[in-house]
């Protein structure tokens, strides 16, 4: 059984909610994404010293970022010193297209969180410092080494041709709408 099994049989997440039809924009994800990103800290090395609190989560409807010309599932932001002068919260944001992440099953939703939060870089004991780490190639080697490159290769692919999938539905329901309203004119 690979380890991603083995985590899978003692999740206890919450359910990703249903947002509203229509619904563009973010949406506070704390309630399920916070469960998991504690239960990643929990169970690997590599992210075992991440403060998850000092995390925001946000679903996003909005278009999600290429990277390395793939779509990735979420993105990493730093919060900047200004920023933490008005609210000192959170020192990172993380936000994950929901359109995609609603569908993905418990393991490729670890990986994927897991991607985003090898990205967080909190420095050293002797200089704690915090920023963002950029990934090592497409992919961040913590990520592949703690859950097997293929597994971690093909999560991705499926997140990239999800966003791809999704894209070309929305596309062609435009250009329907577009004929729609040239033949009603």
């Known amino acids: 059984m690979s380890e991603v099994q083995e985590k899978k049989e003692e999740l206890t997440f919450g359910v990703t909610p249903i947002l509203p039809q229509g619904f563009e924009g973010y949406m506070d994800a704390d309630e399920e994404l916070s469960l998991i990103a504690e239960h990643i800290k929990r169970n690997t090395v590599h992210n ?3 403060e ?4 925001k989560f946000l679903y996003s409807t909005l278009n999600p970022k290429k990277e390395g010309g793939r779509y990735i599932l979420s ?3 730093r919060r900047s010193d ?6 000192d919260e959170y020192d990172y944001i993380i936000t994950v297209y929901y359109d995609v992440w609603k569908d ?4 490729n939703k670890i990986i994927q969180l897991d991607k985003a939060l090898c990205g967080i870089d909190m420095g050293t004991l002797d200089k704690p410092i915090l920023k963002k780490k950029p990934s090592d190639t497409r992919e961040y080697n913590d990520n592949l080494k703690c859950y097997g490159a293929e597994i971690v290769l093909n999560s991705s692919e499926m997140v990239d041709l999800a966003c791809q999938r999704i894209f070309d539905e929305k596309r062609e329901l435009k250009k329907e709408e577009r004929q729609l309203k040239k033949n009603n004119l």
């Open 104 to 107: 993905l099953d418990d393991s």
């Open 82 to 87: 200004i920023d933490k002068m008005v609210n």
């Open 48 to 50: 075992s010293d991440i």
């Open 52 to 55: 998850t609190d000092r995390i």
């Open 75 to 77: 993105s990493l932001t």
